[in-house]
DNA sequence: CCTCGATGTTGAAACGTTTTAACGCCTGAG
DNA sequence: CTCAGGCGTTAAAACGTTTCAACATCGAGG
């Protein structure tokens, strides 16, 4: 390997001072065209690669930001990602992805790390809401998909409760009264909100609340949604749901999935209800209805408010959208032809 | 935000030197207990965050490799990336994911920047194969699910035309001989490799090089799988193959949900094929029959050889794996009950 | 002819670590 | 009493950039 070849090779190679040299890297217009030829054929000649640790070391700055994501291998999230990605391109910024994969270990580490390198910000789907505090070392974070409860920083979220809320009135509407939620563990803010949506759709509705089973999954992940849908499968027929809502849509479709093997038909057995509308949620052979969350928009809106932290009047804000209900197959009583 | 507190200003409030505050941090067992502690505390009261930045000038080394994933949004792709994270942190290293995003002007910018950081290595499953030459920069990089030609680097794939030959095999030995392939655009290795692997099945199988209709598509996503699916129908009964096999699983997704749509039934009106067998794959309400490739330890095998890149003796490999069918219910002739 | 401002270029001082060789101290052996 | 050697600590020199004040050079305006 090459013994690293450094601005001030290239200053000699052409002839300039380093000083000129790292204008032409930094403000082109600042020097003459003449020079910076002579300096960008030097740097080309020898194969040059600025040193980003050197640079940040005396500017302070980073050009960087980071995205620690709480799973990588939901859609979901990699839709949010995007989002924060154009974003953070449109500002010039990189992004570094880090997944924490729901492992509140690999969140600190990542977090210790991010500080250390002094990236320009961080955006995170924290693990949990204690791991949420732990973030503040000077670097900007911005929450996402979770509300800061204080007011030490901002945060983008989407109204769950509102969204379960969504979900269970168009249920009830359909005319169902014996309803499922599937999703967990609890400890998730996430399904806590969506649960107690469902509930006030129950009492909007004047329903009993044992009009609600509560299935309660490990993970929101798409083995645990087959799993509940064996557990839903088994139970006698008068006391059996005929909707369920899952708190996201790897579960509804691990219960769709289930549903079919088993010999259930969905909708007319069980009516399922999503909530994410990933890709793969309109692409599964019964299209599935599900709770939309303005995913792209999130990731770009938490950007944007992570790339104003550090300017001088900064306060923080808690965005929160609406999500919106999407009617596929997976309820309509009627089947598209 | 805190005038941000270094190294020295620790070393004055424990009563030492910088050099054993630096002890401390990298080598804690030369500095004696006591005044470890009293490091150790003055690092907490002061909140103290090493500068990375610094270090790594100083140090040169960085303890953080990079994947540059070809499409985030792909479920094989975060799989690959969990087998490369698990390598990684078993050997102290974090990992940084980027998203190309089958962009080669995203690709390159994320290369340069990550050489500028002087990462410790670099994965990469390159847009194509010219933009996989200019990555050579001083810091090594494994190409990922490419094989690489030359033997200036290492690289881990998966036998693509025989993946290609086990999937069209298993539906000529369905009886099948009129097959489309879906796939696409060719610039892409993978799938001209799959291409060539269904045409040495049917080779092998004596059919006429007709016999498969080649659906070139724009991209590897679901909706163009959904795309070529209208096309497919409109195709006249008498000569529309009766199975298809998809360069990848997201395609075929995108076909099985535009067959449900359009009223044909899978896989008796057409039996599909995929690729990749993301769990996506097996989760769909028509059980995707689909080649599977060892994701996870596809990068986890990647990760490992480029951690050994600057052992001394170092030789570049070219790691290669076998893919396998796995049968499910989207081509066998017999629906489960 | 002098001054002034504009334009390009430069020398040298940071930035916050790691590292190396040297240092003082102490202990135990000779 | 000396000396070798181990131990813990330190001063100072890097690492490769950016930045700032200062310095030439030159053309124009007085």
Chains 1, 2 share one sequence.
Do not use: W
Request: with cysteine.
């Amino acid at each position: 390997m090459k013994p690293s070849v450094g601005i001030r090779d290239v200053a000699q190679h052409a002839g300039v001072s380093n000083a000129t040299v790292s204008n032409v890297l930094n403000r082109p217009d600042v020097v003459a065209p003449a020079t910076r030829q002579r300096v960008l054929a030097a740097i080309e000649e020898l194969g040059f690669v600025r040193n980003e640790s050197a640079r940040q070391l005396r500017a302070g700055r980073s050009r960087v930001i980071a995205y620690v994501v709480l799973d990588a291998a939901n859609p979901f999230f990699t839709d949010v990602a995007r989002g924060v990605e154009d974003a953070a391109r449109e500002a010039g910024m990189a992004l570094f992805l880090c997944n924490s994969a729901s492992d509140d270990g690999r969140e600190r580490e990542y977090l210790e790390l991010l500080h250390e390198q002094r990236v320009e910000g961080i955006l995170i789907t924290p693990v949990d809401a204690e791991s949420a505090q732990v973030a503040e070392r000077g670097t900007p974070v911005v929450l996402v998909d979770r509300e800061a409860t204080d007011g030490t920083r901002c945060s983008v979220a989407v109204d769950d409760v509102l969204g379960g809320e969504l979900a269970v009135t168009h249920l009830i509407e359909n005319g169902h009264t014996r309803i499922a939620m599937v999703g967990g563990p609890l400890s998730i803010q996430q399904v806590r909100d969506r649960r107690e949506g469902a509930v006030r759709a129950l009492t909007n509705a004047g329903l009993p609340l044992d009009a609600l089973t509560f299935l309660e999954t490990k993970s929101l992940q798409v083995a645990e949604g087959r799993e509940a849908g064996e557990r839903l499968v088994g139970l006698p027929a008068s006391r059996r749901p005929t909707a369920a809502f899952c708190a996201n849509d790897l579960l509804a479709l691990g219960l769709l999935q289930s549903m079919t093997q088993q010999g259930l038909r969905v909708p007319d057995d069980l009516a399922v209800v999503g909530y994410d509308d990933i890709e793969f949620a309109a692409a599964a052979a019964v299209p599935l209805t599900s709770v939309r969350q303005p995913r792209e928009q999130l990731g770009r809106t938490a950007a944007q408010l992570l790339l104003t932290e550090n300017e001088p009047g900064h306060e923080h804000r808690h965005v929160k959208f609406q999500p919106e209900l999407v009617v596929r197959a997976s309820t309509s009583v009627k089947r598209r032809p």
